[in-house]
């Protein structure tokens, strides 16, 4: 079901939260996507050899759910995404269930904007990925 919230239902604090695996076929899927087959992503026996425990995660593939959250959750239908930020801290590695925090954080009910900061943690809890989305709500069409 797709979130139909108005820039007048959403507050400051409000929080949006889930949970994620990313299999490898989830990184082949993106990977052939976006042409990013880098050994890194895709060679476990490389990334062993270039200080890493498994293939890790791109992070893009990993900021890309922010799409998911804006588009149908935070505000859903009525989402314009108009930019987004981000800062890789910690590798997630293939097959982690990573954890997504968001919070509405900045609301200007002027020009129908919010400001969405997300946290993603990896499989021990430690912040690995931290940014922030920049979204318009769109006021629909009757």
């Known amino acids: 079901m797709i979130g139909k919230f108005l820039i007048s239902d959403l507050v400051e604090g409000q929080q949006y939260s889930f949970k994620k695996k ?48 804006v588009g149908m959750e935070l505000p859903g239908e009525n989402a314009l995404i108009l930019s987004q930020e981000s800062k890789f801290i910690r590798p997630i590695y293939i097959d982690e269930v990573v954890t997504y925090n968001c919070e509405i954080t900045k609301i200007d009910l002027r020009f129908s904007t919010f400001i969405l900061l997300y946290t993603i943690f990896n499989k021990y809890g430690l912040k ?11 006021i629909p069409k009757k």
């Open 22 to 69: 990313f299999t490898r076929d989830i990184i082949e899927t993106f990977s052939a996507l976006t042409g990013d087959y880098h050994p890194l992503h895709t060679d476990k026996h490389y990334a062993n050899l270039h200080e890493f425990d498994n293939i890790i995660i791109q992070g893009f593939l990993l900021t890309s759910l922010m799409s998911y959250v």
């Open 128 to 138: 690995a990925v931290s940014g922030s989305v920049t979204v318009k709500v769109r």
